[in-house]
């Protein structure tokens, strides 16, 4: 996902980003601090016991490599991995962030991109396949859920179209397919 530019509006106040730390694997908590008390949160799937769970065993990896990107850690190389993509694998739950992404992107451009990701976690748990290639990028269910999750929460704090329009703007998506992005979350074009 793409970064907007400017400042932008702000996620909400419990959650504070680890944004200077070294690449390395670290527990989900400790890089976005207070993730688990914002109301989002309690909005994920299962019991309050699984929600703990979840903020308790999943992984951030920071990696080392340049772009803004995020991305749940499959647990094998995926067939679509390529020289520019080149996936950091993972036994567990992982989800990977660029050092640069973490220290330069909006708060809440992170803030969508975490609960978005985390979201993917869940739905692994669930047995639910997260690289189903039978689906455009765009028309994969378990990305629109995701995108749709993460819309959710950015609407009730405020969040206008402008910024979900870049927010939105996927790099590897041209821009018929982000129309049909914008169109599946209710995100009205330019």
């Given amino acids: 996902m793409s970064s907007p530019s400017g400042t ?35 909005k994920y799937p299962g019991s309050a016991t699984a929600r703990r769970r979840l903020a308790r065993d999943t992984q951030v990896e920071i990696a080392a490599r340049r772009g803004e990107w995020m991305y749940v850690a499959p647990h094998r190389l995926p067939r679509d991995a390529d020289s520019r993509w080149r996936p950091i694998t993972a036994r567990g739950d992982c989800i990977v962030v660029s050092g640069q992404h973490l220290r330069k992107s909006p708060a809440m451009t992170l803030y969508l991109d975490i609960l978005h990701e985390l979201l993917h976690v869940v739905q692994r748990s669930q047995g639910r396949e997260l690289w189903d290639e039978q689906y455009a990028y765009v028309d994969r269910p378990t990305e629109l859920e995701a995108y749709g999750f993460a819309n959710l929460e950015a609407r009730r704090l405020g969040v206008k179209d402008a910024f979900l ?26």
């Fill in 8 to 42: 932008g509006p702000s996620p909400p106040s419990a959650l504070r980003i680890a944004r200077e730390l070294p690449p390395g694997r670290y527990p989900l908590l400790e890089v976005f601090r207070g993730l688990d008390r914002v109301p989002a949160f309690r």
């Fill in 165 to 190: 329009r870049e927010y939105l703007r996927v790099a590897w998506v041209g821009a018929k397919d982000h129309r049909r992005l914008l169109s599946h979350l209710g995100v009205r074009p330019k």
